[in-house]
């Protein structure tokens, strides 16, 4: 079976330090991987997509960016977090060129940036 | 721009109560429409999926239907329990590579 390992849980920063997230997903092969944000009391907010190793598509400009070294695995870091970095980050798969996929979630990330 | 919306933002309900959550999407040319159940500083759980070709899915004690050329979906939930009590949230696929979320529906159902 399919799951999705994301970490650390929770996490605090000062603001300015570099930030890494790691995401891997285990029993499938080449899976869209997806990075959310969830602030406070908000919706799901899409940051990047991956269809394949080294392809990224960013949808939103930020500070934050994504790499995917590796088919399982998708990374979101930043060089210099800011304040409005905070949020929940949420790693998600789904099988790539299917239109009845589902999106299967982490556990998330809570990030609080201080 | 693609946009979901879910009403209410907020629903209590005593224990028992059969109850409806809506979802609302502007395109109707979607590949499928996702349930997910999120509990306070978790991950997304899915419920239930419905691709286009369909009208409606069950689970247990769930019922999700889905009318595109309307741009609604609903959530219906029979006999509610405590156990229940989280954040709805509705997902729409409009290609293969990206699902739009509406902002969700926190349910509270009291003993």
């Known amino acids: 079976s399919q799951t999705i390992h994301q970490w650390p849980a929770t996490l605090v920063q000062p603001v300015g330090s570099p930030l890494s997230l790691e995401c891997t997903v285990e029993?499938?092969?080449?899976?869209?991987l997806y990075w959310y944000r969830q602030a406070a009391g908000r919706g799901l907010q899409l940051l990047f997509y991956?269809?394949?190793?080294?392809?990224i598509s960013s949808e939103v400009p930020q500070n934050l960016s994504a790499s995917r070294p590796q088919d399982r695995q998708f990374i979101l870091s930043s060089k210099k977090l800011l304040l409005s970095d905070s949020g929940f980050y949420l790693c998600a798969w789904s099988v790539r060129g299917v239109g009845n996929s589902p999106l299967h979630f982490g556990n998330g990330t809570r990030l609080t940036v201080t | 721009k693609q946009e979901v919306t879910q009403i209410p933002a907020a629903l209590s309900v005593p224990e028992g109560e059969n109850l409806v959550l809506n979802c609302s999407f502007t395109d109707s040319a979607i590949y499928n429409l996702q349930w997910f159940r999120q509990d306070p500083g978790k991950g997304l759980t899915s419920l239930l999926l419905?691709?286009?070709?369909?009208r409606e899915q069950t689970s247990g004690r769930l019922n999700a239907s889905l009318d595109k050329s309307s741009g609604r979906s609903t959530l219906y939930i029979a006999a509610s329990q405590p156990g229940d009590s989280a954040t709805y949230l509705c997902a729409v696929l409009y290609n293969f590579n990206k699902f739009y979320f509406g902002s969700g529906t926190k349910l509270n159902v009291k003993p």
């Open positions: 419905i691709q286009s070709s369909q």
């Open positions: 029993g499938t092969s080449n899976p869209n």
């Open positions: 991956s269809v394949g190793i080294g392809q």
